[in-house]
């Protein structure tokens, strides 16, 4: 991958078979992590969702449409995926909980990571949390939807504990270009990020939105008339091999 913030995005939420959440983190740290890499993607981040023990998280990054086919092709083509795809499988009651994302502007996609990555193996995975938040509605997110976010929203996170945001992102209504793959389509989707040293930093965070006078009297009753459903809110501990951590 070159220096670019991964202009195309797969935020893939897997929910899997009672108790088969360690044995897939553990085969998929171990098995597909270098192997998805070497094929021309970039595995991002990797979580446990603090608030469902059956839902396995993570994130991968393409520099483009085609590249994420000719990617996708060559991992899911390759001896890694052919050799544990079976156990794999095993563990994943549904897999095709998929959002295809790019960054809202040049400015807001995730960076290139910044720190080695843990080999296989590494003990303890690190105390921070990450917070995805994502809003959903009938329309593409526009002009005014993201100075509004600018504006109102991202100041009220900043003051109630949360630094700012790792990355914005939203729907990319490209074709799929690895058919074999399902992603969600037709959705509009906006998706930002934040990192908290701690679960605890982030449910005092969450507990001063609730209380802020400024949020609850005028962010978010704005915010509701413009989404189509409550906001979603994914509380994420990276496992011990996330980059993003």
């Not at 969702?49 to 899911?76: K, S």
């Not at 945001?165 to 389509?185: D, G, K, M, W, Y």
Request: net charge negative; with cysteine; glycine share 4%.
């Amino acid at each position: 991958m070159n220096d670019v913030r991964y202009p195309i995005v797969e935020l893939r939420q897997y929910t899997l078979h009672p108790g088969q959440r360690d044995v897939l983190i553990n085969l998929f740290d171990r098995e597909f992590v270098e192997t998805q890499e070497a094929a021309g993607m970039a595995v991002i981040a990797q979580f446990r969702d603090l608030d469902d023990p059956e839902r396995f998280v993570w994130l991968r990054g393409f520099e483009d449409m085609p590249c994420r086919a000719e990617a996708l092709g060559r991992f899911y083509g390759g001896p890694a995926w052919k050799t544990h795809k079976d156990q794999a499988n095993a563990t994943m009651f549904d897999s095709d909980n998929v959002l295809l994302l790019r960054p809202v502007t040049a400015r807001t996609g995730f960076p290139p990571p910044t720190d080695v990555r843990p080999p296989f193996g590494h003990p303890t995975p690190p105390p921070s949390v990450v917070l995805a938040t994502l809003y959903y509605r009938d329309r593409p997110f526009d002009r005014a939807f993201i100075d509004f976010f600018d504006g109102q929203i991202r100041p009220v996170l900043i003051e109630t504990g949360a630094a700012p945001p790792l990355a914005c992102l939203q729907s990319e209504h490209a074709e799929n270009t690895f058919p074999a793959l399902p992603v969600r389509i037709g959705e509009n989707v906006f998706v930002w990020f934040a990192q908290f040293p701690s679960r605890a930093d982030l449910d005092n965070h969450l507990y001063r939105v609730e209380r802020s006078d400024h949020w609850r009297d005028y962010v978010q009753p704005t915010l509701s008339t413009m989404l189509t459903r409550p906001p979603q809110q994914l509380r994420l501990a990276p496992t011990a091999r996330s980059l993003l951590r």
